[in-house]
T-cell receptor, first 108, second 114 residues
Framework: KNEVEQSPQNLTAQEGEFITINCSYS?????LHWLQQHPGGGIVSLFM???GKKKHGRLIATINIQEKHSSLHITASHPRDSAVYIC??????????FGTGTRLQVFP | SQTIHQWPATLVQPVGSPLSLECTVE??????LYWYRQAAGRGLQLLFY??????ISSEVPQNLSASRPQDRQFILSSKKLLLSDSGFYLC?????????????FGQGTRLTVV
């Protein structure tokens, strides 16, 4: 079993739909990263959070440390949101453990 | 501003040939540097990390090695590539801080060993 599990693995949506991607982890962590990987492969950081909730534009990330679970929400999804979304947890402060990612496709 | 450069973006190399991937960071000093590999359909796997010049820790035994000749330069190498070395390689850095800091990633190198 992977230490970081994401669901679903693949997700398709129509433009405008509300999207939720889930991340569960089994190790004790200090913080969690949500990352976005576009088809070219480059990765950008969306959020880093250790408690509660963060919002940036149409993106919202929440984390529940006690339940070892985080969610990434996209409101009013758009085709340009199509990408792979990766959850990664900070373990021992300086090491990241990655989930395998959720591939999102948003159709117009 | 802080940036991270990684090159080349794509590489096709024959089995048995050497490899050198370079990563440089600008705008910060004494960063923690990382090399990750992403095999097809799999998550990112930490290969090497470095907390200072000449200090390299290996997470997974393999055909690869890493070096940090300068504070903001991290090099991934192999003397003889294997087919199984194909994948997507990412360099990343974190600013040193007691605790955790955001990770920044390079654009990656897609390596195909033929």
């Amino acid at each position: 079993k992977n230490e970081v599990e994401q669901s679903p693995q693949n997700l398709t949506a129509q433009e405008g739909e509300f999207i939720t991607i889930n991340c569960s982890y089994s190790v004790g962590i200090s913080a969690l990263h949500w990352l976005q990987q576009h088809p070219g492969g480059g990765i950008v950081s969306l959020f880093m959070l250790s408690s509660g909730k963060k919002k940036h534009g149409r993106l919202i990330a929440t984390i529940n440390i006690q339940e070892k679970h985080s969610s990434l929400h996209i409101t009013a999804s758009h085709p340009r949101d199509s990408a792979v979304y990766i959850c990664a947890v900070f373990y021992n402060t300086d090491k990241l453990i990655f989930g395998t990612g959720t591939r999102l496709q948003v159709f117009p | 501003s802080q940036t991270i450069h990684q090159w080349p973006a794509t590489l096709v190399q024959p089995v048995g040939s050497p490899l050198s991937l370079e990563c440089t960071v600008e705008g910060t000093s004494n960063p923690n540097l990382y090399w990750y590999r992403q095999a097809a359909g799999r998550g990112l796997q930490l290969l090497f990390y470095s907390v200072g010049i000449g200090q390299i820790s290996s997470e997974v035994p393999q055909n690869l090695s890493a070096s940090r000749p300068q504070d903001r330069q991290f090099i991934l190498s192999s003397k003889k590539l294997l087919l199984s070395d194909s994948g997507f390689y990412l360099c990343a850095y974190q600013k040193p801080f007691r605790g955790w800091t955001e990770a920044f990633f390079g654009q990656g190198t897609r390596l195909t060993v033929v």
